[in-house]
C-alpha cells in the first residue's frame, strides 16, 4: 500500500532540540489526515517527540528502525 507522504523533516545530523521545535511547528501547521515522515528518528528521538505532540493529535502510519541510523523513520497522521 503507497503511503502520500506531504511532509518530511529529516533529523540526520542535527540536534534534537531543535528539530522537535521544527516538528512541532510543520505539524501545527499541518491539515488533518496529512502524513509527516520524519528521518533519522531514533527511538530516543521517537519517546521525545510523542512527550511534545498530543497523543490525540496523531496517528502512527509506520515505524521503520534499522541498524543503519540514515533508514529510521516515523511516519505520522495528522487526526482532525
Do not use: W
Amino acid at each position: 500500500m503507497a503511503v502520500d507522504i506531504e511532509k518530511i523533516i529529516d533529523f540526520r545530523d542535527s540536534l534534537s532540540s531543535i528539530s522537535l521545535l521544527k516538528v512541532t511547528q510543520v505539524f501545527n501547521k499541518m491539515k488533518p489526515s496529512e502524513i509527516l515522515e520524519i528521518r533519522g528518528a531514533d527511538p530516543d528521538i521517537r519517546q521525545d517527540l510523542f512527550k511534545v505532540l498530543p497523543q490525540t493529535a496523531y496517528e502512527i502510519v509506520h515505524i521503520e528502525d534499522a541498524a543503519d541510523e540514515d533508514r529510521n523513520r516515523l511516519r505520522i497522521r495528522k487526526c482532525g
